[in-house]
C-alpha cells in the first residue's frame, strides 16, 4: 500500500493550491479518502473525506467553502483544491485512507497515510 501527496508549496495569502494523493495498493474505490493537516505543535486535523465509491464529500468547518475535495477513481487519486488560502492554513497536509470508513473525521481509524507534503502561506 502506499499513499502519496504532491503540490505543496510556499503561496501567498489569498492564493490558491492544489493538492493530489495518488493511492496504490488497494481497491481505491473500496477506500474512504481523506486530507487532514498538522501544524507545528499542534494536532492532526481532520479537513475533508470522500467516502467510498459512490460516495459523498464532507469537510471540517474551518475550511469549508474554501477547499474542495474531489476524487477520480479511475486514477486512484483525491484531490484537495485549496482557495483564499491565510498563514493559518500553514501546515504538513496529509493524505490518508481506510477501506469502507464511515467514521471519516476520526485520526485514528485511518490506516493508510502519506508521509505529507508542507503547505506555507505568506501574508
Known amino acids: 500500500v502506499q499513499v502519496v501527496e504532491s503540490g505543496g508549496g510556499l503561496v501567498q495569502a489569498g492564493g490558491s493550491l492544489r493538492l493530489s494523493c495518488k493511492a496504490s495498493?488497494?481497491?481505491?474505490?473500496?477506500?474512504?479518502m481523506a486530507w487532514f493537516r498538522q501544524a507545528p505543535g499542534g494536532d492532526r486535523d481532520f479537513l475533508a473525506a470522500y467516502t467510498y465509491t459512490p460516495g459523498s464529500p464532507y469537510y471540517s468547518d474551518s475550511v469549508k467553502g474554501r477547499f474542495t475535495i474531489s476524487r477520480d477513481d479511475a486514477e486512484s487519486a483525491v484531490y484537495l483544491q485549496m482557495n483564499s488560502l491565510t498563514p493559518g492554513d500553514t501546515a504538513v497536509y496529509y493524505c490518508?485512507?481506510?477501506?469502507?470508513?464511515?467514521?471519516?473525521?476520526?485520526?485514528?481509524?485511518?490506516?493508510?497515510w502519506g508521509r505529507g507534503t508542507q503547505v506555507t502561506v505568506s501574508s
Open positions: 490518508a485512507g481506510r477501506r469502507f470508513l464511515l467514521d471519516y473525521e476520526n485520526t485514528r481509524k485511518y490506516t493508510d
Open positions: 495498493g488497494f481497491i481505491f474505490d473500496t477506500y474512504t
